[in-house]
C-alpha cells in the first residue's frame, strides 16, 4: 500500500518514477474516505485541489525539478491561514472564514511541490491537550478509538498515524506537538522559537506558538523542517539564523554524546509503564554510546502555573480581534456591543472562554504585578535552567506525557487534570528551546509511549542526531494502528 509508505520511501519511488505524485495522492484520498469516518481526523478535505497539485508536482518533475517534497501528500493544521481554503481554528467563530493569503511555513510546502490533502483538527485556537475541544467533533486515537489523539495538533497527528497523510504541521504553545505525537505513536518536532515563521499562524499566545512538523520518522521530520525553517522579514520574532541541512544531522553516530536525565521529570503518579518504556530508551542511548548525566532543572513545578498565566494572558490580547464584525459569523443583535457580546459568547467555547478571563484577570489593574509580570520573571529562571543544563550536557532526554492517552470524556470535567498532560512539554517552549518526540514503547493497553529530546535554542541538528541514532537501533516507529 502507498499509504505504508514513509515520507521519504515515497520520494525515493518518485524519483525513480515507479510511483506518480497522482497516485500517490490519490491513495491517500482513498485512505482517508475509508479511515476518517471513524478516526475525524480532518475539518476540510481540499480532494479536487490536491489531484490537481499532484498533476502540477507530475509535471515539474518531468521538467527536471526535483525538491524533497515535490509530490509529497500532507495534512495542515486548522490554525494555519491557507488562501481560498477554510480555516476555522477549530472554532464555531471562524466557521466557513476563508483567508485571503496563505501563512508562511505552509507556502514554503506548497513552493517545494508539497500536496495539501486538507484541513486538521484541532483544540478550538489550539487551546487543549485532547482535541475535544475542537467547535466542530472530537478526533480518535488510531490506537484506540474510544481515547483521545491529544492536543491541540490531535488531528495532524492521528492523520499521521492513520496513514492518511505522509507528514502534517502542526502548532506547539505548550506541548501541542509533541503530547499528540507521544499518544499517537509518530515523531515530531517543535523548532526553537524563532525558528519557523509564525506568519500566517493565528495566534494564541505570541511568545509561545511555534509551528511544527509530524512524520513517521525522524528522517521526514528533518526534511519538513528544512522546508519551513528560515528568517521572514513578515515575522518580527523570526530569527536571522542559517538553516543547516537537517538530514546531514542524521549519522546514527552519538558516541560521547552528553545526554542529561533531569530528576524532576520522573514524578509520583507517573504510569509506570510509561516511566519504564523511556528509562529502557535512555539506555539504548548509553548502549549507542551516549554519555548519560543526571541533571536537575529545579523550576520545573513552577511550569504550570506560569504557563497559565502567560498563555492566557496572550490569548486574551490575540482573541479579543474576534468579534463578529471583522471575520467569521456574526450573531447580529442590532447594536454593536450586543452583537459583539452575542458572537463571543455563543461562538467560543467553554475553554477558551476560561482561558481569555484567566488572563483577562492576570492582566488587569493590581493583578497584572501580582500575577502576569511574577510569572514572567519565574519564566526566566526556567530558561536559566536549561542554559545551565547545556553547559553540561547536548540533549536531555525525558517522558513527553504522565501517562499514555486517555480515555474521551475522562478528563473533561476537570480542566486541572487535563492540564497536567502537558506537565513535560511546558517548560520547553516557556525556554523557547527544541523539542522532538519519537516513539520508544508501548503500554499493556499498546498505546503508544514517546521519548522528548530537548536541545539548546537552533541546536535542532544535535536532537534530530540523537532521535535517528535511537530510531536506528528501535522498530517502535515503524508499528501502526490497526483500522
Given at each position: 500500500?502507498?499509504?505504508?509508505?514513509?515520507l521519504?520511501?515515497?520520494?525515493?519511488?518518485?524519483?525513480?518514477?515507479?510511483?506518480?505524485?497522482?497516485?500517490?495522492?490519490?491513495?491517500?484520498?482513498?485512505?482517508?474516505q475509508?479511515?476518517d469516518?471513524?478516526?475525524?481526523?480532518?475539518?476540510?478535505?481540499?480532494?479536487?485541489?490536491?489531484?490537481?497539485?499532484?498533476?502540477?508536482?507530475?509535471?515539474?518533475?518531468t521538467?527536471?525539478?526535483?525538491?524533497p517534497?515535490l509530490?509529497?501528500?500532507?495534512?495542515?493544521?486548522?490554525?494555519l491561514?491557507?488562501?481560498?481554503?477554510p480555516?476555522?481554528?477549530?472554532?464555531?467563530?471562524?466557521?466557513?472564514?476563508?483567508?485571503?493569503y496563505?501563512g508562511?511555513?505552509?507556502?514554503?510546502?506548497?513552493?517545494?511541490g508539497?500536496?495539501m490533502?486538507g484541513?486538521?483538527?484541532?483544540?478550538?485556537?489550539?487551546?487543549?491537550?485532547?482535541?475535544?475541544n475542537?467547535?466542530?467533533?472530537t478526533?480518535?486515537?488510531?490506537?484506540d478509538?474510544?481515547?483521545?489523539p491529544?492536543g491541540s495538533?490531535g488531528?495532524s497527528?492521528?492523520?499521521v498515524a492513520?496513514r492518511?497523510?505522509?507528514?502534517a504541521?502542526?502548532?506547539?504553545?505548550?506541548?501541542s506537538?509533541?503530547?499528540?505525537?507521544?499518544?499517537c505513536?509518530?515523531?515530531?518536532?517543535?523548532?526553537?522559537?524563532?525558528?519557523?515563521?509564525?506568519y500566517?499562524?493565528i495566534?494564541?499566545?505570541?511568545?509561545?506558538?511555534?509551528?511544527g512538523a509530524?512524520?513517521?520518522?525522524?528522517e521526514?521530520?528533518a526534511?519538513?523542517?528544512g522546508?519551513?525553517?528560515?528568517?521572514?522579514?513578515?515575522?518580527?520574532t523570526s530569527?536571522?539564523?542559517?538553516?543547516?541541512?537537517?538530514?546531514?544531522?542524521?549519522?546514527?553516530d552519538i558516541?560521547?554524546?552528553?545526554?542529561?536525565?533531569?530528576?524532576?521529570?520522573?514524578?509520583?503518579?507517573?504510569?509506570?509503564?510509561v516511566e519504564?518504556?523511556?528509562?529502557?530508551?535512555?539506555e539504548?542511548?548509553?548502549?549507542?554510546?551516549?554519555?548519560?548525566?543526571?541533571i536537575?532543572?529545579?523550576?520545573?513545578?513552577?511550569?504550570?502555573?506560569?504557563?497559565?498565566?502567560?498563555?492566557?494572558?496572550?490569548?486574551?490580547?490575540?482573541?479579543?480581534?474576534f468579534?463578529?464584525?471583522r471575520?467569521?459569523?456574526?450573531?447580529?443583535?442590532?447594536?454593536m456591543?450586543?452583537?459583539?457580546?452575542?458572537?463571543?459568547?455563543?461562538?467560543?467555547?467553554?475553554?477558551?472562554?476560561?482561558?481569555?478571563?484567566?488572563?483577562?484577570?492576570?492582566?488587569?489593574?493590581?493583578?497584572?504585578?501580582?500575577y502576569?509580570?511574577?510569572?514572567?520573571?519565574?519564566?526566566?529562571?526556567?530558561?536559566?535552567?536549561?542554559?545551565?543544563?547545556?553547559?553540561?550536557?547536548?540533549?536531555i532526554?525525558?517522558?513527553?506525557?504522565?501517562?499514555?492517552a486517555?480515555?474521551i470524556?475522562?478528563?473533561?470535567?476537570?480542566?486541572?487534570?487535563?492540564?497536567l498532560?502537558?506537565?513535560?512539554?511546558?517548560s520547553a517552549?516557556?525556554?523557547?528551546?527544541?523539542?522532538a518526540?519519537?516513539?520508544?514503547?508501548?503500554?499493556g493497553?499498546?498505546?503508544?509511549?514517546?521519548?522528548?529530546?530537548?536541545?539548546?535554542?537552533?541546536?535542532?541538528?544535535?536532537?534530530?542526531?540523537?532521535?535517528?541514532?535511537y530510531?536506528?537501533?528501535?522498530?517502535?516507529?515503524?508499528?501502526?494502528?490497526?483500522?
Amino acid at each position: 500500500m502507498l499509504t505504508n509508505l514513509t515520507l521519504t520511501d515515497a520520494q525515493t519511488k518518485l524519483r525513480a518514477g515507479a510511483i506518480t505524485a497522482v497516485e500517490l495522492t490519490q491513495a491517500h484520498l482513498d485512505r482517508i474516505q475509508a479511515v476518517d469516518p471513524q478516526v475525524k481526523a480532518y475539518l476540510t478535505i481540499t480532494e479536487e485541489r490536491a489531484l490537481e497539485a499532484a498533476a502540477q508536482a507530475d509535471q515539474r518533475r518531468t521538467e527536471g525539478e526535483d525538491t524533497p517534497l515535490l509530490g509529497i501528500p500532507l495534512a495542515i493544521k486548522d490554525v494555519l491561514m491557507t488562501q481560498g481554503v477554510p480555516t476555522t481554528c477549530g472554532s464555531r467563530i471562524l466557521e466557513g472564514f476563508i483567508p485571503p493569503y496563505t501563512g508562511t511555513a505552509v507556502q514554503n510546502l506548497f513552493d517545494a511541490g508539497a500536496i495539501m490533502l486538507g484541513k486538521t483538527n484541532t483544540d478550538e485556537f489550539a487551546m487543549g491537550s485532547s482535541t475535544e475541544n475542537s467547535g466542530f467533533f472530537t478526533t480518535h486515537n488510531p490506537w484506540d478509538l474510544d481515547r483521545v489523539p491529544g492536543g491541540s495538533s490531535g488531528g495532524s497527528a492521528a492523520a499521521v498515524a492513520a496513514r492518511m497523510a505522509l507528514g502534517a504541521l502542526g502548532t506547539d504553545t505548550g506541548g501541542s506537538v509533541r503530547q499528540p505525537a507521544s499518544f499517537c505513536g509518530v515523531c515530531a518536532i517543535k523548532p526553537s522559537y524563532g525558528r519557523v515563521s509564525r506568519y500566517g499562524l493565528i495566534a494564541f499566545a505570541s511568545s509561545l506558538d511555534q509551528i511544527g512538523a509530524f512524520g513517521r520518522t525522524v528522517e521526514d521530520m528533518a526534511v519538513l523542517l528544512g522546508t519551513i525553517a528560515g528568517h521572514d522579514p513578515r515575522d518580527s520574532t523570526s530569527m536571522q539564523e542559517p538553516v543547516p541541512d537537517y538530514t546531514a544531522a542524521l549519522t546514527g553516530d552519538i558516541q560521547g554524546l552528553r545526554v542529561g536525565v533531569p530528576k524532576e521529570y520522573f514524578i509520583d503518579g507517573m504510569q509506570p509503564e510509561v516511566e519504564q518504556a523511556v528509562r529502557a530508551a535512555i539506555e539504548q542511548l548509553a548502549a549507542l554510546g551516549a554519555d548519560i548525566r543526571e541533571i536537575s532543572l529545579p523550576h520545573t513545578e513552577y511550569a504550570l502555573p506560569v504557563y497559565y498565566l502567560v498563555a492566557p494572558s496572550e490569548a486574551s490580547a490575540n482573541l479579543a480581534r474576534f468579534d463578529g464584525v471583522r471575520y467569521g459569523p456574526r450573531e447580529s443583535q442590532g447594536a454593536m456591543w450586543p452583537t459583539y457580546k452575542a458572537t463571543r459568547g455563543e461562538r467560543f467555547g467553554p475553554e477558551v472562554k476560561r482561558r481569555i478571563m484567566l488572563g483577562t484577570y492576570a492582566l488587569s489593574a493590581g493583578y497584572y504585578d501580582a500575577y502576569y509580570l511574577k510569572a514572567q520573571k519565574v519564566r526566566t529562571l526556567i530558561k536559566q535552567d536549561f542554559d545551565q543544563a547545556f553547559a553540561d550536557v547536548d540533549v536531555i532526554a525525558a517522558p513527553t506525557a504522565p501517562t499514555t492517552a486517555f480515555k474521551i470524556g475522562e478528563k473533561a470535567d476537570d480542566p486541572l487534570q487535563m492540564y497536567l498532560s502537558d506537565v513535560f512539554t511546558l517548560s520547553a517552549s516557556l525556554a523557547g528551546i527544541v523539542g522532538a518526540v519519537i516513539p520508544c514503547g508501548v503500554d499493556g493497553a499498546n498505546l503508544p509511549i514517546g521519548l522528548q529530546l530537548l536541545g539548546a535554542a537552533f541546536d535542532e541538528p544535535t536532537v534530530l542526531r540523537a532521535a535517528h541514532a535511537y530510531q536506528q537501533a528501535t522498530d517502535w516507529h515503524t508499528r501502526a494502528p490497526e483500522l
